[in-house]
């Protein structure tokens, strides 16, 4: 199993999850987050008065899915989030020892 874990703009969320949604990706965890990598920030402008942002707004989806499945995931997620600007985001693939499902127990792939 591989945990699939994207930091992605906000407003390309709708975008991937709606792509996920045709290749047939059944759970998905969103989290509101905040991060900069290269771009550092940046300056807004607020009542004439400029002031800068260290850490920009993301989203940040996580999906736990089989091997076979993972590469097709992370296509879609890497096509659907792309606007070409710097800030498009990271995806980080690792492996997952293990799955339970609280409710019945179940363990492994049926977890998922």
Request: aromatic content about 6%.
């Amino acid at each position: 199993m591989k945990k699939i874990e994207a930091v992605i703009k906000p407003f390309k969320l709708d975008d991937v999850k709606e792509a996920l949604n045709k290749i047939g990706v059944h759970g998905i965890t969103v989290t509101e987050v905040k991060g900069f990598g290269r771009q550092k920030g940046h300056t807004e402008l607020y009542r004439g008065a400029e002031y800068r942002v260290d850490f920009v707004p993301k989203a940040k989806l996580e999906i736990v899915c089989s091997d076979e499945v993972a590469g097709s995931i992370i296509e879609v997620i890497e096509k659907s989030a792309k606007t070409g600007n710097i800030g498009d985001g990271k995806i980080f693939v690792s492996q997952v020892e293990e799955a339970i499902r609280i409710r019945t127990g179940e363990k492994g792939e049926s977890a998922i």
